[in-house]
């Protein structure tokens, strides 16, 4: 039997090679996560207008064109490499169909942190309120959304990346740091106070406090 580890690290030789169906193999194992990041970060405007699976279709293609770059570039991992592409990709279709409405909210607001920051945090407040449906929040569902981003976004941005990755698009702690550039200490630190923080942000929200007790 093969390990799994040596059979993926079987295809990267493969794909650095040039070998396409390689490439084919491996974005296809990968798919289920990058369909979940497409998801999570895809507006909510353009819901019924975006298939998340054409995104990935459309990134796939963009992948196969620059994947000479991922074979030159030793300081990614496959994963963070495609997931990069997808994310350039969604971006792109954000600023197709969204136009000047689409801003980098880094540059618009003056704030540190990841890219997108804002857009983090719309995409955070829509989680949250889609994971908690009691008859009582539906009724103030667009009340609740208009508070739950506003306390995301007194969360620090990068705290708040690190929960979208984290808990959200469900990557691993190691990748969270490479994706951000921090050693795994500090990106395990700042989940946990991404929690906490959240939580108390949480807590000061009428009817959202029992909820998260139960988990988000």
């Known amino acids: 039997m093969v390990d799994s580890a040596d059979e993926s690290a079987g295809l990267l030789d493969r ?3 040039g070998d396409a169906q390689a490439l084919a193999t491996l974005f296809a194992q990968q798919r289920p996560r990058l369909l979940r990041m497409v998801e999570f970060r895809l507006d909510a ?26 074979a ?44 997108c920051s804002q857009a983090t945090s719309f995409s955070l407040a829509a989680s949250l309120l889609g994971r908690f ?15 739950l981003r ?6 620090d941005p990068l705290d708040r990346e690190v929960l979208a990755l984290r808990h959200f698009e469900e ?3 190691s990748e969270v740091a490479e994706e951000l550039g ?11 106070r991404a929690l906490r923080r959240l ?11 029992e909820a998260f007790a139960r988990g988000i």
Do not use: C
């Not at 350039?88 to 618009?108: K, S, V, Y």
């Not at 506003?150 to 969360?155: G, H, N, P, R």
């Open 72 to 115: 030159d570039d030793t300081s990614r991992s496959f994963f963070i490499w495609l997931r990069m592409v997808v994310m350039q990709t969604l971006i792109d279709t954000h600023r197709r169909h969204l136009g000047a409405q689409m801003r980098d909210a880094g540059r618009e607001m003056g704030v540190p942190g990841p890219p």
């Open 133 to 147: 449906t009691s008859p009582t929040l539906a009724a103030r569902r667009a009340e609740m959304a208009e508070q």
């Open 182 to 192: 921090i050693e795994q200490k500090a990106a395990s630190i700042r989940y946990v």
């Open 45 to 70: 405007r353009l819901q019924g207008r975006v298939e998340a699976e054409d995104v990935l279709q459309e990134a796939y293609l963009d992948a196969a064109k620059r994947v000479q770059h991922f």
């Open 15 to 17: 794909l650095k090679g």
């Open 199 to 209: 939580k108390d942000l949480l807590g000061g929200i009428p009817g959202f406090a």
């Open 150 to 155: 506003a306390a995301v976004e007194e969360m």
């Open 171 to 173: 990557l691993t702690n």
